[in-house]
């Protein structure tokens, strides 16, 4: 029988989202990989368990994460019901629809009927009756913006979802969806687009907009799968994602001057009394715009790292023009 850590609140820090009443914890775990049918349960079991346990309330989940799609989100219910029921009002729940799901027109982008029905076979994977946050996994530039957002408008008026949310849109989408969905009396809460030391796309525009309209940001793939970590430091694991059949990282990615890169910035970690991975982090945490960032794991040491980057000392100016040089040139 599981029980909770009664310290769990103590240490963790949460930030309110955007201009809403929500607060998320400094880190969230995203349940995208290692979680579905094809991994060990009890492994999966344990780091979500071992999350709650350290204040992460939030867990990030979607219609197609696995594998095999859709298995995650299983995965999450079986922990829900057999450990987590008791807390369930403890806890920030997402999900999105958007990537391909299942076979014919309707599996994927974003009519009302697939987002509608998507969430519905969301919730019945994980046994709820509602999410607390129910995204548009990407923009789909062949249906109307208006009817991606009035499904999600739908989908709160119906009870199914407490907030709306974005991920992968650009600044101008952005901008326009939000105001669609003012326009419908239901405001943004979020939006999580891709966002890390290495990637910074979002700072072209979208970090502006998320600041004017009032939306919070949680930034994915913020160690940049596993680059910003010290699995890279000398050379590529053998039991690495690169050195295997991973389709989002390759070999021939990490170069002799990327790895420069990360050895340069894990001595600014290092002297910062860092790991590279909390470093990392908590750079993202400078914009008042992020509220927390979704991280992901393959066992319970590398959330509790995570954790551990809300612990860190303000960035000095000094610091920040080092990351920037390393990084930008």
């Not at 909770?4 to 930030?15: I, P, S």
């Not at 060990?40 to 350290?54: T, V």
């Not at 369930?88 to 014919?104: A, F, N, P, Q, V």
């Not at 790991?275 to 319970?300: D, E, F, N």
Request: aromatic share 8%.
């Amino acid at each position: 029988m599981y029980t909770a850590n009664a310290n769990r609140y103590r240490t963790m820090q949460y930030k309110r989202v955007g201009n809403s009443g929500l607060k998320l914890p400094y880190v969230s775990l995203g349940l995208w990989h290692n979680f579905g049918s094809l991994f060990p349960h009890a492994n999966s079991r344990e780091m979500i368990l071992g999350a709650f346990d350290l204040g992460i309330t939030h867990f990030d989940l979607a219609n197609n994460y696995g594998p095999v799609p859709g298995s995650a989100e299983e995965t999450f219910g079986r922990v829900l019901s057999q450990d987590l029921k008791a807390h369930r009002d403890e806890l920030i729940i997402s999900t999105k629809s958007g990537y391909y799901m299942w076979e014919g027109p309707y599996g994927e982008w974003g009519s009302r009927k697939q987002m509608l029905a998507s969430l519905d076979q969301s919730l019945a994977r994980m046994g709820l009756d509602y999410v607390d946050i129910f995204y548009s996994h990407r923009p789909d530039e062949e249906t109307p913006l208006e009817e991606t957002m009035s499904a999600l408008a739908q989908a709160v008026r119906q009870g199914k979802a407490l907030y709306v949310g974005l991920s992968n849109y650009g600044p101008e989408r952005t901008a326009a969806a939000v105001d669609l969905l003012k326009g419908m009396g239901i405001h943004c809460l979020i939006h999580q687009p891709r966002y890390n030391l290495f990637d910074r796309r979002p700072e072209q525009g979208l970090y502006q907009v998320l600041a004017e309209k009032g939306v919070g940001a949680i930034p994915f793939s913020p160690l940049d799968q596993g680059l910003l970590t010290d699995r890279y430091l000398k050379g590529i694991p053998a039991d690495s994602r690169a050195a295997g059949a991973s389709v989002f990282l390759k070999a021939e990615q990490i170069t002799t001057g990327k790895l420069e890169q990360i050895r340069a910035l894990n001595d600014i970690a290092r002297q910062r009394g860092q790991t590279l991975a909390q470093m990392a982090l908590s750079w993202l945490h400078i914009s008042p715009v992020t509220a927390s960032v979704i991280i992901g794991a393959s066992r319970l040491s590398q959330i509790e790292d995570c954790a551990g980057a809300q612990h860190s000392a303000p960035f000095t100016p000094e610091e920040l023009r080092a990351i920037d040089k390393i990084v930008l040139g």
